[in-house]
């Protein structure tokens, strides 16, 4: 069984960095393309990362955001928070390539998300 958990949501000042986690497990990691997407109030879902061998970077957050992992472990650093980068943050598990210009639910395995408010 899939379970992704992400962890490290939490109201920060803007202009500041800050990492999000997510803990996975039950699939073979090695093969894994894992992404990180996000969900503004209002707004649909943005995919802003995937890594597998080769990180992909959203060009929205290019320069801000990195993704990373170790075994069982995926990583969104993000710097330079803005308060537009307020949105409840997901990882994925599978789901690529579409996840890159169309995510979706349906599609891959998906955490319940940490929210971040980045506060002007």
């Known amino acids: 069984r899939v379970a992704l958990e992400e962890s490290g949501g939490g109201l920060v000042q803007s202009g500041t960095s800050r990492r999000l986690t997510c803990v996975a497990s039950?699939?073979?990691?090695?093969?894994?393309?894992m992404s990180w997407c996000r969900q503004a109030p209002g707004k649909g879902l943005e995919w802003l990362a995937t890594?597998?061998?080769t990180p992909y970077i959203a060009e929205s957050v290019k320069g801000r955001f990195t993704i990373s992992k170790d075994r069982g472990a995926v990583y969104l650093d993000m710097k330079d928070l803005r308060p537009e980068d307020s949105a409840y943050y997901f990882c994925v598990a599978g789901g690529w390539p579409g996840i890159r210009s169309n995510p979706s639910r349906d599609s891959g395995w998906w955490g319940s998300g940490t929210e971040v408010t980045v506060s002007s």
């Open positions: 890594i597998w061998n």
């Open positions: 039950g699939f073979s990691w090695d093969y894994a393309y």
